[in-house]
């Protein structure tokens, strides 16, 4: 058996200060790039340097542009999903010069799986 540089069998209570010090340099340094990283990757996102524009409305007691409220909105969605499924379910021209059509979805999955099948062995 080998001998245990500790009498009683177990490791040493003291802390390396060596150990201590190089895992909080490598810590630092690990934060600080990760940082650096970060600013590298955010900064093309805001290239004027400021705060965004409606923070800097804020700032300056600028009350931000609002959307008009809209009184008849259930009507609208409303409009827009008929529309919405109008064209999901019919067909037509997209672009008639270049000869890309709509086709109602239903038909166009069925068609894929269709392929799909017969393209399997």
Known sequence: ??????????EPLEASVKGVLITGVALAVLVGASLAGLWLWVRPMNP????PA???????????QQAPLDPDQRAHRERYETQQQ??????GW????????RVPIDDAMSRFVNERKAAQP
């Open 94 to 101: 997209i672009d008639h010069d270049k000869g890309v059509a």
């Open 48 to 51: 004027g340097g400021g705060p």
């Open 54 to 64: 409606e923070e800097q409305s804020v700032a300056m007691n600028i009350a931000p």
């Open 86 to 91: 109008e064209l999901l379910s019919t067909f």
């Open 1 to 10: 058996m080998s001998e245990s540089p500790n009498p009683h069998g177990h």
